[in-house]
């Protein structure tokens, strides 16, 4: 006679009584991946072939109330044939939860990935504070509010989005590889107040990283895209401001594309596909 049985069954290990010349055979493990964060039992899983992030997340016990849904990491390690740079062992992949959940985005996950589920910190700070006055305990308070200034701080904030940026960080524009386009979503510029509409900055690290990569040839058009600001609806668009600003720098009014208003980050990239079709570019 022969058995299959798992090793454990609900984190609990399953008892068998071995018989005189019994065989135990161990197969070797398959794809295994890694889960933390925001799940009630992270800990490393093995998937079969046909199981995918959402097995994975059963496996860990579901999302804590606190959980971020707009994103997620994957970090995977690089195949060595794969990889730009030898000394980048890792890449990192930003995902949408939400999206994954929802099955209108799709993730194949690979043996040794690492998957990453973030907390908000105003889901823990509430939670602390609600069971500070549930046990009366202000201790527990006082910790909340502690967490929700130290959260809040600059020193904070940046080392968080600085653990969130890719491992392999910027790259010089000469590095980069060559492409059809060069698309620079908009930045939320900001109006300033006054009766003569000035459009400012809020961040023009975008706008200036086009132009590197104009500037080395990585691409034949830049394509700004029109986004309009949620607070001055009737301010002059994006885009257009930056193609002032492009052109004002020397660049070529025919190397420069502006797409249609768009007002989230996910309806303004739709548009540049059939703007740079338009263009004609030589493949």
């Not at 097995?55 to 959980?67: I, N, T, V």
């Not at 060595?80 to 999206?99: C, G, H, K, W, Y």
């Not at 968080?160 to 910027?170: I, Q, W």
């Not at 309009?228 to 600003?245: A, I, M």
Request: glycine letters at 10%; aromatic letters at 6%; charged letters at 20%.
């Amino acid at each position: 006679m022969v058995a299959s049985m798992p090793l454990a069954r609900n984190w609990t290990f399953v008892h068998v009584r071995l018989q005189t010349n019994d065989f135990v055979f161990v197969p070797s493990r398959g794809k295994t991946v890694a889960i933390s964060g925001a799940v009630r039992r992270p800990a490393v899983f093995e998937l079969k072939d046909d199981e995918n992030f959402n097995s994975l997340l059963d496996f860990a016990g579901g999302l804590l109330p606190d959980a971020y849904t707009k994103r997620f990491q994957i970090e995977r390690i690089v195949p060595f044939t794969e990889r730009t740079d030898p000394s980048i062992a890792r890449q990192v992949i930003d995902l949408s939860l939400a999206e994954v959940l929802e099955g209108r985005s799709a993730i194949t996950l690979r043996d040794g990935d690492r998957a990453g589920l973030f907390v908000l910190p105003a889901g823990l700070t509430i939670g602390l504070l609600v069971l500070g006055l549930w046990l009366s305990r202000r201790a527990l308070v006082a910790l909340a509010l502690a967490l929700l200034w130290l959260s809040s701080t600059p020193l904070v904030s940046g080392g968080l989005m600085a653990a969130l940026e890719p491992a392999g960080g910027r790259q010089a524009a000469a590095d980069m590889p060559t492409a059809d386009a060069i698309v620079v979503l908009s930045t939320g510029r900001t109006q300033a107040p006054g009766p003569e509409r000035v459009s400012e900055w809020s961040d023009a690290d975008r706008f200036f990283g086009g132009m590197e990569l104009m500037k080395a040839q990585r691409a034949p058009v830049i394509v700004f895209t029109g986004g309009v600001s949620s607070s001055s609806p009737l301010s002059q668009l994006e885009g257009d401001v930056l193609r002032t600003y492009a052109s004002g720098f020397g660049l070529p009014d025919s190397s420069i594309l502006v797409t249609g208003s768009g007002r989230s980050r996910r309806s303004e990239p739709l548009p540049c596909g059939p703007c740079v079709s338009r263009r004609r570019l030589p493949r």
